[in-house]
């Protein structure tokens, strides 16, 4: 990671990487997943690890596509709690002005699909407003215990 660039972590069980607002930052921020994810005991090939990388490539994608601000990057982070039962996942951008939403496509429309996948694997997201920019959440359950309800409409923080 650059040093120039990384938002120090609070403690071994937080990764915060600042990233270019690209196509290429949005790559990065899923292999940066995936890497933390086995560091923190969830092999590359485990369902927790596969999912958190989806998660990770949908909001990054959408940071990068419809947040993006130039000479601005995004931020990734991760954070998995004492309790190690749910991941908690963020990605920040630059754009406030632009509230992620659903769109109405059509079988063969190409994009607009992404939310919806957070929707269907997160048990829980929102949006939170920063002084510049957005936060866009998602908690992953990692205990395969733990059932997800599906909901369309983010979770007011707290």
Same mark, same amino acid.
């Given at each position: 990671?650059?040093?120039?660039?990384?938002?120090?972590?609070?403690?071994? &069980?937080? @990764? =915060?990487?600042? @990233? /270019?607002? &690209?196509?290429?930052?949005? +790559?990065?921020?899923?292999?940066?997943?995936?890497?933390?994810?086995?560091?923190?005991?969830?092999? %590359? *090939?485990?369902?927790?690890?596969? &999912?958190?990388?989806? @998660? =990770? /490539?949908? #909001?990054?994608?959408?940071?990068?596509? %419809?947040?993006?601000?130039?000479?601005?990057d995004f931020e990734l982070r991760l954070r998995l709690?004492? $309790?190690? *039962?749910? #991941? +908690?996942?963020? =990605? /920040? *951008?630059? +754009?406030?002005?632009?509230?992620?939403?659903?769109? $109405?496509?059509?079988? $063969?429309? $190409? %994009?607009?699909?992404?939310?919806?996948?957070? @929707?269907? #694997? /997160?048990?829980?997201?929102?949006? &939170?407003?920063?002084?510049?920019?957005?936060? =866009?959440?998602?908690?992953?359950? #990692?205990?395969?215990r733990q059932r997800r309800p599906c909901r369309r409409t983010p979770v007011p923080e707290g």
């Amino acid at each position: 990671m650059n040093a120039e660039i990384s938002t120090p972590a609070t403690d071994a &069980t937080e @990764l =915060v990487q600042r @990233l /270019s607002a &690209t196509p290429l930052g949005a +790559r990065l921020a899923r292999r940066l997943t995936a890497q933390q994810l086995a560091t923190w005991g969830y092999p %590359h *090939d485990s369902d927790q690890n596969g &999912t958190a990388q989806l @998660l =990770v /490539s949908e #909001l990054a994608a959408n940071a990068v596509t %419809h947040g993006r601000v130039p000479g601005r990057d995004f931020e990734l982070r991760l954070r998995l709690p004492a $309790e190690k *039962d749910t #991941l +908690r996942i963020e =990605v /920040s *951008d630059a +754009r406030g002005d632009k509230a992620p939403r659903f769109l $109405e496509g059509g079988a $063969e429309d $190409e %994009h607009g699909r992404g939310l919806v996948i957070v @929707l269907v #694997l /997160s048990a829980r997201w929102g949006v &939170t407003e920063r002084t510049v920019g957005k936060t =866009v959440w998602a908690e992953l359950p #990692l205990s395969p215990r733990q059932r997800r309800p599906c909901r369309r409409t983010p979770v007011p923080e707290g």
